[in-house]
Nanobody, 119 residues
Framework: QVQLVESGGGLVQAGGSLRLSCAASGRTFSSYYMAWFRQAPGKQREFVSGISRSGDRTGYAESVKGRFTISRDNAKNTVYLQMNSLKPEDTALYYC????????????WGQGTQVTVSS
């Protein structure tokens, strides 16, 4: 099992940037596909971005392509989400997630970190 703790959320103006981090502990971090999801108030949780175990493959939701970048450092057991050109519609609780098979239906979740983008 893996434990996930997100950090880096906060309040930022539209057009600004934030970098989210997710520290993992437990079983070997490099065994896991990692992903970021988000949930806005009154909406369903949605996929944001995913990364393969070695970091050679990534995937993004259309709404964040070209603005967000996912990366990982297996030596530090950490995955990152660099968010640029933030928009008010990016406001949500952002979750880090992990899975041994793929990044689409992760089994393990963090508690989330709040991102609020003001207009």
């Amino acid at each position: 099992q893996v434990q996930l703790v997100e950090s880096g959320g906060g309040l930022v103006q539209a057009g600004g940037s934030l970098r989210l981090s997710c520290a993992a502990s437990g079983r070997t971090f490099s065994s896991y596909y990692m992903a970021w999801f988000r949930q806005a108030p009154g909406k369903q949780r949605e996929f944001v971005s995913g990364i393969s175990r070695s970091g050679d493959r990534t995937g993004y939701a259309e709404s964040v392509k070209g603005r967000f970048t996912i990366s990982r450092d297996n030596a530090k057991n950490t995955v990152y989400l660099q968010m640029n050109s933030l928009k008010p519609e990016d406001t949500a609780l952002y979750y880090c997630a992990a899975d041994l098979i793929n990044w689409f239906r992760p089994d393990y979740w963090g508690q989330g970190t709040q991102v609020t983008v003001s207009s």
